[in-house]
């Protein structure tokens, strides 16, 4: 059975992202995803927030990355968050948001071996092992936690190319696929299981989530108008190739990009087309969001997180995600 | 301000409407700094708890929506037929 999760930007404050996380818990969500930029409040102080809040909810970073935390300090944030939820931690890893390293001046070294690298040592170091690891991006000399942690945690990659991809399956416990379309989906779970088989897994030992900017509202004019703002960026973000494959004009996309950089926010978002909606977002009334997940299972998926933004209102997209598009993948 | 003395003035049927308009408006607010941390504690341990429509959990969420959203808040006790609780609370602020 597909599970539902649920994806928080600490922009809000705690109390508002914590009302959400206790009305997704109780309406059937078994996934809370809080983003890490530095920009925003701290991810740990709001994940321990939602370790106080929630009862049965599996929480975590969606997603950190090695650059701006050492992964030491990740291993001990989230051993001490096991500590006050047994059982109720994950970690989402990925190799972070260039534009927001490129902010702070950290340079974004060999992704790859960075996000394997950390992983390593944090699974190693939540193990209670003394860690030496001499790795190219990484290295500590017998890094050791003075308090004995409580065992492991599942640890999802973050990813979005093909290489990060099959990483992903070869180490992951779960990837966080950064994609909505069934297309790009389906393109990324048959480079997931490239990795899988790599590692000599079985595809079902790991859980694979599409990690989706959504937007439902029984009236899809609003539902559009709130996805429009983050659709934009993603378009703004995104590479020639994926925008030609969903044929959207690259031009019109370069038009958005230059209209956000000069903070012309109106220019950017009339330039958003139903098509960039479509291929970037999940959007729509509650029957046509269903669809659209029914069509993303088919590849393999096994979670589906709803990420900013939710819906025009989030409280009540909350509600019809609980009432109505739940209820139709548990039966 | 005794939040407490005028949730007690308010007809028990009508808890349940106010409590959910009062926690749209403390949500949809762009007033967040105005939320004061012990009670936004307090709401959230009310909503973990189930207890928002009880006469605790309305007093707080009666006090955080007039921190946030003072016309909002007066205005649905108008809606909602108790112009009077809405006078009282009115003087109540201006003194």
Redesign the interface.
Known sequence: MVKFGIEFVPR?????I??YA??AEKGGFSNLWITDHFNNRNVYVTLTTAAI???KITFGPGVTNPYMVNPVFTAQAIATLNELAPGRVALGMGAGDKTTLDTVGVEMDKPLLAVQESIDIIRKIVSGETVAYQGEVFKTAGAKFLFKPRGQIPVYVGAQGPKMLALAGKIGDGVLINACHPKDVEYAVSCVKEGVNAAGKKFSEIDVAAYTSFSVHEDIKKANKAAVPVVSFIVAGSPPQLLERHGIDVKKAEEIKEALKANDWGRAFNGVTPEMIAAFSVCGTPEMCIERIAQLLKSGISQFVVGSPIGA???EAINLISQKIIPTFQT | MDYRKFVDLIPVPKWETLSDKFIDFILTSKNDEKMPSQLANAILYCWQQDTLKSEYGLTALLEGALLLEPEKTLNAFQELQMANIAEQIKESMQS
């Open positions: 809000e404050p705690y109390w508002r914590m009302y206790i009305q809040y929630t009862n209102n989030v409280r």
